[in-house]
């Protein structure tokens, strides 16, 4: 930049101190103009009588050199010094002379409840900068802490650019403004203010000499990767600095819980050899007054104005807490656009541009269902397996984030704790538990957040200023899984022959500040994600046990049905996603355990139909109390809380009402046939004693026929405890005689006694059955039945009962489970 001219009462305030300014989100910007600083140059020998007086004996030899070795400006003497408090000057030794480095110091400050700055600068006390008190040691420990920007001339230590005045008369007159710590009558300077004799000295080598005597900052430093040079700035005058850097701020040991953190910055000229401050004023008493001692002049670095400096850091309260912290625009060199609340400003100063901060948008590059833990009718754990990508306007290459040290085995990395991150929650679950898939809690660093065609690229190299622009933006990514578990809302009304469905939601950010949910969102368009879900292997792999077979593991975007509840009533449905698993059950196990059992209970009612009514009766009794012990819910399988009626409840309870309904009907055959078989044993007890009688009469007349026939014989009287359980109810007329008629021909007794022989082997052979029949049929004896007519029309009733429960118990059966199947399995009683 061009110097400002100094105006007749002297530079302008700002100029005359160092001006830092908010430059981005994580800089500043520093700007100054050294020739204008309201200090003197002067170094700890300068002050000595060693450059004055007459000459003396024994000058040591380090004292001597330069163009005019050891000897004044006159000549005279050319061995010996001039070491009394007066007198011409000497050039000292270059070693000495040469002011070839100047040092920005920024140091971090945590005000005190008063927020004065004073105490933020270097410790000015006159030990400090003593001649054997060096900068960078323990005694300064708060220099040692600061970070240190190194000027150096442009093109070396020449000796244009080398520092020519000592404390003399000559150094007071010429300078840049009377105000300048210096004034300008009665000097021979040249148009810049530089004394002639002289040639350029500290505080206007730069400007005279601008090819040879910038100052630069010096590359051989890491200092030097943290600023650059940048377009002057203006001052309160509108008059340009000579410089302006781009510092990177630095937040030390600050923490959000101190009131207020600040960078200050302040300078110091150091000679070559001893690194002492060589930026002094006079005290009262001896200000440019020749010959003045070391101990009179005032150490007086340059500090800054206003005493706040730029304002607080602000990366130091953007927390995980307040967060998210907006991005802002980037340009196409993939370089940070300052952006945000532009800084409070010194009035008159020209304003520096801002931008407004972006919308967050939160990249998916993964997002999968990864297994489901555990699965019961109570409850269920899922785990998703996330990857998010975004950016802050903090995350920044290299003031925010360094990479030129920070890649390390090809990544870069950066503890989570220290930024926002979308924390992912479940919404509405027993419980949540979010960790890193890694087991390490830090934060991949990538130079880009992917698109619909690529995936996020990591950062695997260290950047170089070449490589790298200036406050690059990264983004940083987290890899996290998230276990969760839900209360179970399963379905059971197609048990065991059931597919569940798992649905949830969960947060992919939480922890939002206060209007920062309302400015993100999520972009779902990324190659690593599907909304199609998983299939093959990786379906399968979700869950691994021999219960349930997965069949569908998709998560997708929120909408206005999420299950989440909170998702829904906080509008937060732009920020969440919802699972969704079917898992089918394998049944195998279910069958042999329920339905088995149920068939075989069928089978064994459908057979006990077949059954007479007694046997019957005991089977069903039994078939009841086994069908009424499946109706718990545990006997069948199913959880004790179990809602409503499933399939196979319904199937038992449909079982159990068809036993029931047999029990009725068995109930009532036997009530109906209760008393014929009582009556019927009382009429063949009746019928009993009749028939023996007249078995023992019929019996006399076949022996009376046979002793009739010639040669017949005595036969014995027929035995008196012959019994016979079946009789006519009427005498029986083979062998008996009708009272006074004429005994019958030989041949005709014969025929007679042979006709008798059929019926009395039949008597004989049916006389120890409990129901005999007659040669013509069973019941029927002299052709009358065995069973009242009444009690033979109940008993065909009964029979005609059993046909037809025999014959309708499957088809029932059929049609019963056939209503079920379609009432269940064509969901009308989901509904």
Not at 73 to 93: A, E, K, M, N, Y
Not at 549 to 575: D, E, F, M, Y
Not at 638 to 644: C, F, K, N, Q
Request: glycine fraction near 8%; charged fraction near 20%.
């Amino acid at each position: 930049g061009v110097a400002a001219q100094p105006s007749p009462d002297g530079p302008a305030l700002t100029e005359s101190m160092i001006f830092p300014e908010r430059y981005s989100p994580t800089t500043d910007v520093v700007s100054f103009s050294s020739a204008a600083w309201p200090t003197q140059i002067s170094h700890p020998f300068g002050w000595s009588g060693l450059w004055h007086g007459e000459p003396q004996d024994n000058f040591p030899d380090q004292y001597c050199g330069g163009e005019y070795g050891c000897k004044n400006l006159s000549g005279s003497d050319p061995t010996v010094p001039f070491l009394s408090d007066s007198g011409p000057l000497r050039w000292p030794p270059l070693g000495y002379a040469g002011l070839n480095s100047i040092v920005l110091l920024q140091h971090t400050c945590m005000l005190g409840d008063t927020d004065e700055a004073k105490n933020c600068y270097l410790p000015l006390d006159q030990p400090w900068l003593t001649p054997s008190n060096q900068m960078d040691t323990p005694s300064s420990p708060r220099i040692f802490e600061s970070a240190r920007y190194t000027f150096v001339r442009k093109a070396g230590p020449t000796d244009k650019c080398r520092w020519g005045g000592f404390d003399n008369w000559a150094s007071t007159m010429c300078g840049r403004g009377k105000n300048n710590s210096w004034g300008s009558e009665g000097a021979v300077c040249n148009p810049m203010g530089v004394w002639v004799s002289y040639g350029a000295w500290y505080h206007m080598a730069d400007l005279l000499y601008p090819e040879d005597c910038r100052w630069t900052i010096t590359t051989s430093s890491n200092a030097a990767k943290f600023i650059r040079e940048v377009e002057p700035r203006k001052n309160d005058l509108y008059e340009s600095y000579d410089y302006s850097f781009e510092v990177c701020q630095k937040r030390g040991d600050c923490t959000p819980d101190d009131a207020n953190c600040i960078n200050t910055y302040s300078a110091v000229a150091l000679s070559d050899i001893d690194a002492k401050s060589l930026l002094v004023r006079g005290s009262e008493n001896s200000w440019l007054v020749g010959g003045a001692k070391w101990e009179d002049k005032i150490p007086a670095p340059p500090g800054q104005y206003p005493a706040t400096g730029s304002g607080r850091i602000e990366a130091v309260y953007a927390t995980a807490a307040n967060g998210p912290h907006l991005p802002c625009p980037v340009d196409d060199a993939g370089q940070q656009v300052p952006c945000g609340v532009p800084p409070a400003q010194h009035p008159g100063q020209p304003l520096l541009i801002f931008g407004p901060e972006q919308d967050l948008v939160i990249h998916i590059s993964r997002l999968k269902v990864n297994a489901v833990k555990a699965v019961s009718s109570a409850q269920f754990t899922v785990v998703v397996e996330v990857t998010l990508t975004w950016t802050s306007q903090y995350a920044v290459h290299p003031c925010g984030i360094d990479l030129y040290r920070g890649v390390v085995a090809g990544e870069a990395v950066v503890p989570a704790k220290d930024w926002w991150r979308p924390v992912v929650k479940a919404d509405g679950a027993i419980s949540s538990e979010e960790s890193f898939v890694s087991g390490n809690p830090m934060l991949q660093v990538h130079r880009t957040a992917g698109n619909a065609t690529h995936d996020p690229e990591p950062v695997t190299r260290p950047c170089t200023q070449e490589s790298c622009p200036w406050r690059a933006q990264v983004y940083l990514q987290e890899h996290v899984g998230l276990e969760m578990t839900f209360v179970s809302d399963f379905n059971l009304n197609r048990f065991p022959f059931d597919t569940q469905v798992l649905t949830g939601s969960f947060f992919l950010a939480d922890k939002f500040g206060p209007g920062m949910a309302r400015r993100t969102s999520f972009n779902f368009d990324s190659p690593g994600y599907s909304d199609a879900g998983l299939d093959g292997d990786d379906l399968e792999g979700i869950y691994t046990k021999r219960d349930w077979t997965p069949r569908l593991a998709v998560i997708r975007p929120s909408s206005s049905s999420s299950p989440g509840a909170n998702c829904r009533k906080q509008r937060l449905s732009h920020l969440c996603a919802d699972f969704e698993i079917h898992l089918e059950r394998v049944a195998v196990g279910n069958v042999f355990r329920v339905l088995v059992p149920a068939f075989v209970q069928m089978g064994l009612t459908t057979l006990a139909a077949l059954q007479p009514a007694a046997t019957r009766l005991q089977v069903l009794a039994l078939g009841a109390i086994a069908t009424a012990a499946l109706l718990q819910p545990r006997s069948l399988g199913l959880p004790a809380d179990t809602e409503g009626v499933p399939f196979v409840m319904a199937l038992t309870i449909c079982q159990l009402a068809v036993v029931g309904l047999m029990l009725v009907v068995t109930g009532y055959q036997l009530v109906l046939t209760a008393g014929v078989d009582r009556r019927t044993a009382e009429l063949c007890s009746e019928r009993r004693a009749a028939l023996v009688g007249e078995w023992k009469a019929a019996f006399v007349a076949k022996r009376a026929l046979e002793e009739q026939l010639p040669g017949g014989a005595q036969q014995p009287a027929a035995p008196a405890d012959v019994s016979l359980s079946l009789t006519t109810g009427e005498p029986l007329g083979a062998g008996k005689e009708p009272a006074g008629s004429p005994p019958d021909e030989p041949v005709s007794l014969l025929t007679r006694a042979v006709l008798a022989l059929p019926a009395l082997m039949h008597h004989a052979s049916q006389s120890t059955l409990p129901k005999p029949t007659d040669p013509n049929g069973e019941g029927s004896m002299g052709g009358s039945d065995w069973i009242r007519a009444e009690d033979k029309a109940l008993v065909r009733k009964s029979a005609k009962i059993d046909a037809w429960m025999a014959l309708m118990l499957p088809p029932l059966y059929i049609l019963l489970a056939s209503l079920l199947l379609g009432l269940y399995w064509s969901g009308a009683m989901d509904r």
